[in-house]
């Protein structure tokens, strides 16, 4: 289909979208909080000190959604700041979580790092952002491409790079069945920084020259021991000695946990401690507003929860017995990796019960045995390897039955669990310097063609 014709449908349908997206977008920002705050910058908006911080002489403009793309955008700012020292960075986040986590994350480079709203993707909207940053490079982390910004960018000669370009079943079908529509938009792409050789073949497929696709391992996976987050885990640690925690007892980890996991993962914990008497229970959930829900859940199943930040029970009446077991859950936002490496076995959520899973990695690179359910749709490749190697247990159904019988072989043989742990480790040294790779295409790239 004509560029020109793609561009007048998804901007004729983007406004009835968002009005119909704006009650569920609001919904969210009052959960999650920070809903007014630089409300005006996903406009094109900017107070008088951000005016002055983006007027800069040269800025690359890195793009990421949410919690999991900024921390890969922050590993690729460490290192874009080590290989061109000058370079200044914008930073922009779609969700108000990802916004806290930006800010915290790159603290240490407030100088050189400024952290705003993602402007809606309206041409008039995006153009004005575009003319405030003047971007040396605009870089677009996993799959977020926006057209009206990547077109923008383009007209303007500023080349596009999209990195960690990671891409599911899920979004290649999606993507192929609106090929007509989404093409024109994806040829506008300058590099594509693919993680797996997989994406490589599907990003050609769907219009990206394969000749701008470089294969550069996943950033997210690029993970080495030294990067351990020494003074956040004992912040953790500290927690847990003051709220009762038994000494020296082994950690069950469930982390990232989706609706209905925390209590199936606990009802194996029940199972499994009558055995293993030290053995303790820690959830994360993927969303810390679940907090209340998650309570309930546990007290119905017999527990007598924990939280790190207090919350209104959503069924005061659910109150657990008084001999119910003690189990923690960390209801705050940034610590998933620094509670890995505390645990001492991972089960990672959205994989028993949800859909497409959660990232499998960070347990492995703390070298920690670490399980997953079927349901790892997002994460196959890297599940694949990890399995193959033996460094990862993927359960063949999300069942009780199950996670029970993985995990008592764990408990039962330490040398099976060090074993899982080691050969984790292993299978990800090819991603090892990935960080470094995406940084030197972003820096490298030049605009090849004419919008």
Request: positive net charge; charged residues 25%; glycine residues 8%.
């Amino acid at each position: 289909m004509n560029r020109s014709l793609v561009y007048v449908i998804y901007n004729l349908l983007l406004p009835l979208a968002l009005l119909v997206g704006f009650p569920r977008f609001v919904m969210k920002g009052l959960q999650r909080g920070g809903l007014a705050r630089n409300f005006r910058q996903r406009l094109g908006l900017y107070q008088p000190e951000v005016k002055r911080r983006l007027a800069r002489e040269r800025n690359l403009w890195i793009h990421a959604v949410s919690v999991g793309e900024v921390l890969v955008a922050v590993k690729l700012i460490h290192e874009l700041r080590r290989q061109d020292p000058g370079v200044g960075i914008v930073l922009s986040t779609t969700t108000t979580t990802g916004f806290r986590v930006a800010e915290e994350k790159t603290k240490d480079a407030a100088d050189a790092v400024t952290v705003i709203h993602n402007p809606v993707d309206l041409p008039w909207i995006t153009a004005a952002a575009l003319r405030r940053i003047r971007p040396e490079r605009l870089v677009l982390v996993e799959a977020e491409v926006w057209p009206n910004l990547v077109l923008q960018a383009r007209r303007r000669g500023i080349p596009v790079v999209l990195v960690n370009a990671r891409l599911s079943d899920r979004s290649e079908r999606r993507f192929r069945k609106f090929g007509a529509l989404t093409a024109p938009v994806f040829s506008l792409i300058d590099r594509v920084g693919a993680p797996f050789e997989i994406d490589v073949d599907r990003w050609a497929g769907l219009g990206v020259s394969l000749d701008r696709i470089e294969l550069t391992g996943s950033v997210k996976f690029d993970e080495t021991q030294g990067e351990r987050p020494d003074f956040q885990v004992a912040e953790l640690r500290n927690w847990l000695d003051q709220n009762g925690f038994p000494a020296k007892a082994r950690i069950l980890l469930a982390g990232s946990t989706h609706a209905g996991e925390e209590a199936l993962i606990g009802r194996v914990f029940l199972r499994l401690r009558e055995r293993f008497p030290d053995l303790a229970y820690v959830v994360v959930p993927r969303h810390a507003e679940r907090a209340a829900t998650v309570e309930t859940d546990l007290r119905e199943a017999g527990f007598a929860p924990v939280l790190k930040q207090p919350v209104r029970a959503t069924n005061p009446e659910s109150a657990s017995p008084e001999n119910g077991y003690p189990c923690w859950i960390a209801n705050t936002t940034g610590e998933l990796r620094a509670w890995y490496y505390l645990s001492d076995f991972v089960v990672v959520g959205k994989s028993l019960l949800g859909l497409g899973g959660q990232n499998p990695v960070e347990p492995v690179v703390a070298e920690r045995p670490t399980i997953v359910g079927p349901h790892m749709e997002n994460f196959r490749p890297i599940v694949a390897d990890l399995v193959q190697a033996g460094g990862l247990i993927q359960l063949e159904e999300g069942t009780e039955a199950h996670l029970v019988a993985a995990l008592e072989h764990l408990l039962c043989d330490p040398d099976a669990a060090a074993n899982l742990a080691n050969h984790g480790g292993a299978a990800l040294a090819r991603h090892r310097g990935a960080a470094a790779r995406t940084a030197t295409l972003i820096l490298g790239s030049r605009s090849g063609f004419s919008a």
